[in-house]
């Protein structure tokens, strides 16, 4: 099966948690917005008012399979990891790790909100002293709350302490992957302190980059570069 | 099998929505906060630390079902969909509630964050200018938008407008009446404005609220009261 991707052509952004479970899984897919004489938005966002579609999508990512159109993000990687390896085949285990993929999701909320408190309708510009504030919180509260966290599933896995679910990487290792990436890119200063707290988090995010498929696709054109219009910004005044 | 659920006792909050699943499958459950000498917040914070957990939770709500504890709403939400009959059973058409479930998901962060933009450590007092704005953005843009979706989803149903998905009630669709009873809690100028345009959604939320199970559920001590310790608040200064 080939596989077609809708998303926004020059972000990282939700689509890229997507397209990471793409590449490890070695599925060939049609990156759609992405086409070869340059970003076409028009076709993203077609996807979303498709006539006749029963499933319609609220926003991208959605990935096209056969006949099926599906969206939201951790929607996705729980069909991917079904049907590609990238999850436990069994009730406790596929339930666990939605969990942690869900969890992941509200990070990345939380994330995208340091530069956004106002909602995704206005820019940047004209939310920047609620984004210092919110980002002044996110540095003290809740970035320290989620690695946490993160630390202690992986000190708890039972098959010991390499990958989040049992003894080998899922799409909630690949997104976590994602995020610490994605944080070491906006706020280096601030992973700086809190890294050596979390050696199990960045030992997983460096296990996961050096895997032969991600480690390719990294070094690939495929991967579009962290930039001002995703989720992970590097704005320095937000990096306290 | 009887469930215990572990969530905050003296609000609605995310706990509602399982409330709602497990009150129209008929299923007994423990509501374990609310005790029966009064709330008991220590037993919900407890299971986050419970000891030996090899899949500790993130945050209420948690759902406790044999020796599974369960986390996330929309993945509790999932589990109890196709244990009771509450989602379609082929793939398709759960990946299609599940899809659904998640939106609203993200609909409830952005109602959640109209009184809270600068995040759950501050309280609504240290933000109220901030939350006015984030607010005015809601009413504007993301309220219409999120409601022309779910009408434009059930106008879609080729099994009919009277639920979200086939002929029967999902998950999704008790998720739906949930945020339509709490927005017009919170902002009732707004839903005023807001309904006529979208009868399909408005009747979906009645044909719930009829439901035998759910209406014996909603005329009893267990429904506990819309307040402003909750996801959705009145504060008539936000409701333009």
Known sequence: MAYALYYWPTIQGRGEFVRLALEEAGQPYDDVGRAADGPDFDAVAAVLERAGAVHPPFAPPVLEASDLLIAQTANILAFLG???????????GRLWTNQLQLTITDWVVEIHDTHHPLGP????EDQQPEAARRAAV????????FLDYFER???ANPAGDAYLVGDRPTHADLSLFQVIAGLRYAFPRAMEGA???????IALHDRIAA????????????????NEDGI???Y???DT
């Open 211 to 226: 895997r032969p498929r991600i480690a390719a696709y990294l070094a690939s054109e495929r991967r579009i570069a962290f």
């Open 121 to 124: 309708s206005l820019y940047y």
């Open 82 to 92: 079904e049907r590609h390896g990238l999850a436990p085949g069994d009730d406790a």
């Open 232 to 234: 992970f910004r590097h």
């Open 236 to 238: 320095p005044e937000l």
């Open 138 to 145: 996110f540095h003290e509260y809740r970035l320290p709350k």
């Open 195 to 201: 890294e050596p707290a979390h050696p199990r988090v």
């Open 153 to 155: 599933v992986l000190g």
